[in-house]
């Protein structure tokens, strides 16, 4: 089981970015997933879930409107859409499983600064 996450960077306030994580290793279709982030000296928060259907979706209040997750169950992918990103968005990014968590990926850097 894997998953590998990718499109992180620096971007100014108000900018946006698109997130992935590829899963490998098992039935994608089958699991509900989420992206979690985890900003220095705190602790990991769920930023965003989506059913394994993808239509049903669930954010953290402090990303409502902002952030849009979606899947594309035929290339085992998670995507997550960030717009108006602000310093405190900062954190480095996850996804994983909904339940029955797998390891957690290296994750991808999201730096918000201007």
């Known amino acids: 089981v894997q998953l590998v996450e990718s499109g992180g960077g620096l971007v100014q306030p108000g900018g946006s970015l698109r997130l992935s994580c590829a899963a490998s290793?098992?039935?994608?279709?089958?699991?509900?997933m989420t992206w979690y982030r985890q900003a220095p000296g705190k602790e990991r928060e769920l930023v965003a879930a989506v059913s394994n259907g993808g239509g049903t979706t669930n954010y953290a209040d402090s990303v409502k409107g902002r952030f849009t997750i979606s899947r594309d169950n035929a290339r085992n992918t998670v995507y997550l859409q960030m717009n108006s990103l602000q310093p405190e968005d900062t954190a480095v990014y996850y996804c994983?499983?909904?339940?029955?968590?797998?390891?957690w990926g290296q994750g991808t850097q999201v730096t918000v600064s201007s």
């Open positions: 994983n499983r909904r339940v029955s968590p797998v390891s």
């Open positions: 290793g098992f039935t994608f279709s089958r699991y509900g």
